[in-house]
Nanobody, 120 residues
Framework: QVQLVESGGGLVQPGGSLRLSCVAS????????MSWYRQAPGKERELVAA????????NYADSMRGRSTISRDNAKNTVYLQMNSLKPEETAVYFC?????????????WGQGTQVTVSS
């Protein structure tokens, strides 16, 4: 059974930091590119950061570049997102995603999300 379980969300003051974690199980984690997305109320889900299978390359949303770091530990089947200098408008549910394409087949898994609230 495929599972992605996010944790680390919560209430943080503007300018604060959070570290999100996502533990994967039920699939070959090291074969998958991993990403973090977020969805604010009334808005579409958007990419926050992504990392390749072995962590050799990362990509960030323009708004998060320089303030966040995505990393992974394939031995622990875990991907992390360190976020700094958080802003109220970044209040959202943050989702972990695993993606693999093999030929014409795509494997796309999502976690249930963790709530991040940035407020004083």
């Amino acid at each position: 059974q495929v599972q992605l379980v996010e944790s680390g969300g919560g209430l943080v003051q503007p300018g604060g930091s959070l570290r999100l974690s996502c533990v994967a199980s039920g699939f070959s984690f090291s074969r998958y590119a991993m990403s973090w997305y977020r969805q604010a109320p009334g808005k579409e889900r958007e990419l926050v950061a992504a990392i390749t299978r072995v962590g050799s390359s990362t990509n960030y949303a323009d708004s998060m570049r320089g303030r966040s770091t995505i990393s992974r530990d394939n031995a622990k089947n875990t991907v992390y997102l360190q976020m700094n200098s958080l802003k109220p408008e970044e209040t959202a549910v943050y989702f972990c995603n695993a993606y693999l394409r093999v030929g014409a087949r795509e494997y796309d898994y999502w976690g249930q999300g963790t709530q991040v609230t940035v407020s004083s």
